[in-house]
T-cell receptor
Framework: GESVGLHLPTLSVQEGDNSIINCAYSNSASDYFIWYKQESGKGPQFIIDIRSNMDKRQGQRVTVLLNKTVKHLSLQIAATQPGDSAVYFCAQSGGADGLTFGKGTHLIIQP | DAGVTQSPTHLIKTRGQQVTLRCSPISGHKSVSWYQQVLGQGPQFIFQYYEKEERGRGNFPDRFSARQFPNYSSELNVNALLLGDSALYLC?????????????FGPGTRLLVL
C-alpha cells in the first residue's frame, strides 16, 4: 500500500541551531500534507500543513517545503528550543481513507 | 475552547475481553477518525465517521467497530482482545470528511492487554 516514510529515525541538534526533518512519500495522488509533533504521552499536535499546489509555506519558526517532482517533504524549525524535543511525523491525507503517517523522527535538542 | 477529549486515559484488559473507548470532538467538528498507534510507530488509520456514517475504514479486522452519535461524539469497540491490540488509541476530529483538511488529535487512550 501507499506509505509515507522518514529518512532518519533520530536527529540531534544544538539548541539555537536550525533543524531540518525530511520525509519521502509514495502516493503522488495526495494533495494535502501535514506535519505533526508528538510529545511523550500525548497525542499528535498539528504544526503546519501544505497543499499540493504550493511548494513552500511558513509559520511561526517553522517552514514546510514540498517537492512534488521527487515526492519529498521537509520541515524546517528555526532557532531550535528545548521545547521542540519530540517525535515529528509527516502525514498525507487520503480523504475518507484517513491520514497515512510515517514512523516519525525523534528530534533531540542538545544544550 | 476544549480540544478533542478521550476517555478513559488508561485501560488494562485481559485477552478475550471487550473494550469501549470514547471520544468527543472539537465543538463544531462533524467528522471523527480513529487511529491505533503501536509503540515506536506512526498512527494507523482505523475508521472515519461523518454525520453518523462510516466514511472510511482501514485495514483492521471486524473485531474493531465504531459508531458516531447525533452529538458527533464517537465510540470505538474492540472485541476478543489480543495481546497485539495493546496500543495508544487516538481520536481525531475535523470539520468535514469530504475535503482534505487538518485532523486534530486527542490525548489518546492507552490500552494494555494482558
Amino acid at each position: 500500500g501507499e506509505s509515507v516514510g522518514l529518512h532518519l529515525p533520530t536527529l540531534s541538534v544544538q539548541e539555537g541551531d536550525n533543524s531540518i526533518i525530511n520525509c519521502a512519500y509514495s502516493n503522488s495522488a495526495s494533495d494535502y500534507f501535514i506535519w505533526y509533533k508528538q510529545e511523550s504521552g500525548k497525542g499528535p499536535q498539528f504544526i503546519i500543513d501544505i497543499r499540493s499546489n504550493m511548494d513552500k509555506r511558513q509559520g511561526q519558526r517553522v517552514t514546510v517545503l514540498l517537492n512534488k517532482t521527487v515526492k519529498h517533504l521537509s520541515l524546517q524549525i528555526a532557532a531550535t528550543q528545548p521545547g521542540d524535543s519530540a517525535v515529528y511525523f509527516c502525514a498525507q491525507s487520503g480523504g475518507a481513507d484517513g491520514l497515512t503517517f510515517g514512523k516519525g523522527t525523534h528530534l533531540i535538542i542538545q544544550p | 475552547d476544549a480540544g478533542v477529549t478521550q476517555s478513559p486515559t488508561h485501560l488494562i484488559k485481559t485477552r478475550g475481553q471487550q473494550v469501549t473507548l470514547r471520544c468527543s470532538p472539537i465543538s463544531g467538528h462533524k467528522s471523527v477518525s480513529w487511529y491505533q498507534q503501536v509503540l515506536g510507530q506512526g498512527p494507523q488509520f482505523i475508521f472515519q465517521y461523518y454525520e453518523k456514517e462510516e466514511r472510511g475504514r482501514g485495514n483492521f479486522p471486524d473485531r474493531f467497530s465504531a459508531r458516531q452519535f447525533p452529538n458527533y461524539s464517537s465510540e470505538l469497540n474492540v472485541n476478543a482482545l489480543l495481546l497485539g491490540d495493546s496500543a495508544l488509541y487516538l481520536c481525531a476530529s475535523s470539520l468535514v470528511s469530504y475535503l482534505p483538511e487538518t485532523q486534530y488529535f486527542g490525548p489518546g487512550t492507552r490500552l494494555l492487554v494482558l
